[in-house]
């Protein structure tokens, strides 16, 4: 057994935002282990306040350069929901398409650039271009599909324009929508190769198992994404929904010493949001062609290694594909036009949820009668997650020095763990350091 | 040639002068200066840099804000071979933006780069939880606006 590690990872890499990886053994004893997170606060909940109902979704929709989708319509939804606007069916589509341009996005990036050079053996994406050129051209062809996708319906797909409260301030044309359906089954071939290259580097996925609760959207109508109720799914499959307005008595949160940020915790002592947590949740309801996806990935429900959360994000960049086709066929055949936005019809408080590629989101708003907001309140799902990847630690340290690991292989375990969750954890600044050299 | 010509804003607008380059694409828009180009606001997620690489684009400029050792305010413009960058970072990344680091991928992932440049603007104060350019940059967006259309016309 390894009895003595000092690991102390600074600002981990390929995460989004910082976060530092602390673990202290010695004869055997493990002094410390943590999860930290540092960031500073960045007072969203504040920034809202005094803003008409009209603003808000377009300062929230920042916080998070690729959520910033989701974000948006969670912000948006939680208006609606204040304000006491019920959108029309056109809107609810255009949005779920939206949200899965989003999802896919993401997912891909994840998949791709942050977590593949873990499993390839590479550190960083950048080496990957040299061994694998075909892998990082398609990966980059993907991404920008996803972009274009989102464009389409979002007007774009950083801090999106077109969804506001009431409806959707312009819709895409029946031309750009028949151009979007064509890009999506072009890209067919581009997710088969996807699985091929997940299933190749499956093997390397670490094996790692804890009995976690599962927090996500669910509905009876489809995969949750956009809408639903809070689901729970303990690990012998027990389920229980809630209402979201009642979104404080599942997240429970509470502060913890390490880590600016609030952990969450609901049945148990944490639980876990995010790709696998809606794939546990609502796996009955992914489109055949993902089921078939997971099954060919070897990934079934209930599953509890966390290190599959990428696996599921894969999964899910299928479904997104797919249900987005069945839904642009849906607006084809009605046909899109715009309508007028639907107006409030009271000013109170509200709350309302959506997922985001990495895990259910929560926001909620109150109003005063002119429309203006006086309070906000936003859990992410990375937040809802940083209790549960702290577990996880808890019970990966020890297993990792019975298998006697070495300090290196520790590291990169739990580096790989909590890539695992892809972590947004902050957006921070994007101006440029340079030094001239000619 | 007669391809597109894109001009990007990167940055964070809840980050005080880090969002001048977003600031110059909204002054574009508002005040319908976007004629023989296309003004494109990435915010924060550079790595979408990489879908506007391709054989219809002409000319690129991406306004930014950069830490040039200038005096908050002043700008100047360079082509990424004049620089490297110094921005520690944990990583590519869509949060922590360095668009220099993206065009490095995209080089190194055989993409064809169009005639492009970068305008550097100093910022004075990129705190977070800022909403509003600092007062020096804030006055200063439609000089940075004809001087990016300017430029980005005759590249």
Redesign the interface.
Known sequence: MTSSVHINVH????????GNIVVNVSDGAVEKCEWQVPE?P???E??VRGRHYSEVAR?TS?I???C?VGHTLASVKATEKALGIEISEQSWKLREVLKHAENADSHI?HAY??VAPDLAGAP???PL?ETM?DV??RA?RL??LC??WGSCIGG????PTMVVPGGMAEVPSMKELRELKEKLVAAVPDLEATLETVAALAPNIPAFDRPTEYIGLANDQNYGLYDGEISSVLPDGTKQRYPVADYKLVTNEFVVHQSTAKYTKNKLDSYAAGALARFNNNYDMLVPEAKQAAEFLGLQPICTNPYMNTVAQVVEVVHSVYDSLRIIDELLEDGVKLEPLVKPTKYGSGADSVEVPRGILFHEYEYDADGFCVGGNCIIPTNQNHNNIQHDFNVLVPELLDADKSEDEMELALSMLVRAYDP?I????????????? | MSGVRYLVG??????G??AV?VRVIDHIWANGLDRGFTA?????????L??YLNDETEAMLVV?????GLEPGEFLV?TP???????EQ???????????RVL???V????AIPTLA?M?IE?LA?A??G?ELSDRLAARVPDYAAAAIEHLLKM
């Open positions: 600002h981990l890499t390929r995460v989004e935002g910082h500073a960045r007072f969203f504040s920034m300062i920042r998070c350069g690729i910033a990036l650039i942050l960083s994406v950048f271009v050129p990082v051209a980059l991404k920008r972009h274009e774009r797909t950083t801090h947004c902050s957006c921070s600044t994007h101006a440029l350091d340079v030094k001239f050299v000619r | 990167l940055g964070n607008v809840t980050a002068d880090d380059g494109i606001d990435l915010g924060a997620n550079a790595l979408n990489i879908s930014d804000a950069t830490q040039l360079f071979d004049q620089v490297v960058t110094q921005k944990a990583g590519l990344s869509t949060h922590e933006g360095d668009a220099l490095d991928l995209a190194t992932a055989g993409y970068i550097g910022p990129m977070c939880g909403l």
